[in-house]
């Protein structure tokens, strides 16, 4: 882990870049709509960790209601568990003796749940159960149009959880139903079809439960961009939204059914540059590269410079284009830029910068919390 980029007290403008900074405020806010939405539906909120990868954050998220936290690797699980996060949910298959094995002494101390879609995924966690002498909670998940895992929805998925149910050290949880496709359509008319097709997968899915005297506790699934109609379904009870704490550009691409921008939260996570040439008048180089600031879901946002657009990245390097910048920065000036996607723009750094008053000239650092997670993938 690299030194902290900044220290409590300090301002802004003394921040080390290139650096990963939590607007505070905002980032709050964003907890308590999505604490406040899921109280008044009635349903648990079970927040993906694999979004910022820190016990800070999960703690917090616990503390206004959440059951406990989901993480996609047995490493996060550990990370998560050592941070006194009591109730995690692996929402990922996990494969392999080593693995399986970490993630069973994980039981000693936390409830631990898991996802399969697999017979012998449940021969093994059974097994590795048994060498713990511990009880693994275990939801079928079952492919609801992402196809990506999961086992076919209806009879197949159901006699998958009577196997489960058979085992002597699991215990048959429920159905993990997440669309992770559905997440980035842009129209709310796209994700309420997408949506509906899982709901049906869901039903189905049930109804074949039930002939096996096998009831689903929970039905899992849901993220920032279809929460609001899982919900709707009455069919989903666990919530499992990752990005809403930081709200990345790439969300705020979708609609809302009027057609205006999803701004339901706020965006709150952003990388801290510094402008490093301003050799050319229609360009700005910032020491913010691929290394970064991923682009897998287009370029980031550059934050409240009107007419400055970022792109050409490099492993080191971000090009603004000013020229249409009524006032481009100088060198040496600081500039935010919101990533299009936050999850693996956390996962290139070791510390958070929590700033409290971003926008103002009183904008301080707060916290500094390290990325406790960063590079857990196995």
């Not at 929460?227 to 919530?239: D, F, K, M």
């Not at 990752?242 to 996570?269: C, I, Q």
Request: hydrophobic fraction near 45%.
């Amino acid at each position: 882990m690299q030194p902290a980029p900044a220290a409590p007290g300090q301002a802004l403008a003394e921040v080390d870049t290139p650096a990963l900074i939590v607007d505070l405020d905002a980032y709050e806010r964003n907890l308590d709509r999505m604490a406040e939405f899921a109280r008044v539906a009635g349903v648990r909120i079970r927040p993906h960790a694999k979004t910022h990868k820190s016990p800070v954050i999960a703690a917090q998220q616990v503390a206004r209601g959440a059951v406990g936290v989901c993480c996609q690797k047995v490493s996060e699980a550990e990370v998560l568990v050592r941070g006194g996060i009591a109730d995690v949910l692996v929402s990922n298959e996990v494969v392999g003796a080593t693995k399986l094995a970490r993630l069973a002494k994980l039981a000693h101390r936390a409830r631990i749940s898991v996802c399969v879609d697999a017979p012998e995924a449940v021969a093994e966690i059974e097994a590795a159960a048994a060498a713990e002498n511990v009880r693994i909670n275990v939801l079928v998940e079952i492919d609801v149009g992402g196809r990506r895992c999961g086992v076919p929805a209806g009879a197949e998925a159901a006699r998958l959880a009577g196997m489960i149910a058979n085992r002597k050290h699991l215990a048959f949880e429920g159905l993990q139903a997440y669309h992770g496709s559905a997440q980035h359509l842009r129209t709310l008319d796209e994700r309420r079809a997408a949506i509906a097709k899982a709901v049906e997968a869901v039903r189905e899915t049930q109804a074949e439960l039930a002939k096996l005297g096998l009831e689903a506790r929970t039905i899992a699934g849901a993220g920032t961009g279809t929460y609001e109609i899982e919900t709707g379904s009455g069919v989903y009870n666990e919530l499992q939204p990752g990005s809403y704490v930081f709200m990345d550009a790439d969300y705020a691409r979708n609609r809302k059914g009027d057609g205006t921008p999803f701004d339901t939260f706020e965006h709150a996570l952003f990388v801290l540059a510094t402008v490093m040439s301003a050799s050319a008048p229609e360009r700005r180089v910032v020491d913010a590269g691929h290394k970064v600031l991923p682009v897998d879901s287009g370029m980031p946002l550059v934050w409240q410079i009107p007419g400055a657009i970022y792109g050409r990245p490099s492993d080191e390097h971000g090009v603004l284009d000013v020229t249409a910048c009524p006032k481009p920065p100088a060198r040496g000036d600081k500039v935010l830029l919101v990533p299009a996607h936050c999850d693996p723009t956390v996962n290139l750094h070791d510390w958070y910068v929590g700033i409290r008053g971003l926008g103002t000239p009183s904008a301080k650092v707060e916290s500094v919390w390290p990325v406790a997670a960063r590079g857990a993938a196995f």
